[in-house]
């Protein structure tokens, strides 16, 4: 396929990688989209969205929770406050999964902490689940609310700052394994299937990775097992927010695409751009 000028692709067939000794570990056999600026992969969640009867869930790992109000930093540059609420919603109402223009419209109004709500609102994804660094941890009324789940990468209550051991965790499959658990029951909670349990987006940004370690895990099977059943695998690599949030000097996001295609999803990217 021929993905968007905006995304650097990756081989969209079905890889394996092996494991020494012991044949084939981890097979990736959805579309994987990479992007710069997290924003533009609402083009890949539409796109997938347009092949399905409901709207999918989104799993995302960031740095930032990225659930900021659809639109807000555009309105502020071109329209009195007064007009905002209007706007937004005149917007919102104009963006249809199945037209790739008016998503793309869309799209170059928006700023990349924006995209997550801004999907929910116009029925791209039913909800999201996400596992952030700055995020405190949320209840089931806000779920159902806002179709919004987040986790902290941290479990300090005082602070939203993760310390390094925290850092280093973030795809090791004891701390993601509890994260689900934690999702699942609190869907159980609502009456809704486990979070594995419907079709899902898994959306990455390489902000989540803040250190060499976290992107060289001991177990990484979890987030195999993730990208396994996910119908969609989308990246952005947003290098300029990779190195604000990096705790390691010189880690950048072309070390971290790298590592995590090559050596985590065990996916082959020789002909990316």
Known sequence: M????????????????L??????????TCDVHIVV???????????????LAVAPRLITLDHHTDTSRPFRNHLR??????????????????????????VVEAIEKLSNDEHIVTAIESNIISGAFVVA??????????????????????????SYEASREDCDKVIESQFLDAI????????????????????????????????FAS????????????????GLITIAT??????????????????LLTKLLAEVLCVDDSFRE
């Open 238 to 255: 947003e290098p300029e927010h990779v190195e604000a949030c990096a705790l390691d000097a010189h880690l950048t996001s072309d070390h």
């Open 215 to 230: 992107v060289a895990p001991a177990d990484a099977n979890v987030l195999r097992n993730l990208a396994r059943g996910a």
């Open 19 to 28: 494991g020494p000794g012991r044949g084939p570990m981890h097979i990736v």
């Open 180 to 211: 689900l658990e934690n999702f699942s029951q609190a869907l159980a909670s609502a009456a809704e299937p486990a979070v594995l349990e419907a079709p899902y987006i898994l959306d990455i940004d390489l902000d989540y990775f803040n250190t």
């Open 37 to 51: 600026d997290h924003h533009k992969a609402l083009r890949a969640w539409a796109q997938f969205r347009s092949q």
């Open 2 to 17: 021929t993905l968007p000028r905006y995304a650097r692709g990756v081989k969209t067939k079905a890889l394996t990688a």
């Open 77 to 102: 540059a071109v329209a009195p406050t007064a007009d905002h609420e209007r706007l937004r919603a005149a917007w919102l109402s104009e963006i249809d999964f199945r037209h790739p223009d008016t």
């Open 133 to 158: 660094h700055n995020a405190k941890d949320t209840d089931l009324q806000t779920y159902a609310e806002h179709r919004i789940m987040c986790r902290a990468v941290s479990q300090n209550l005082q």
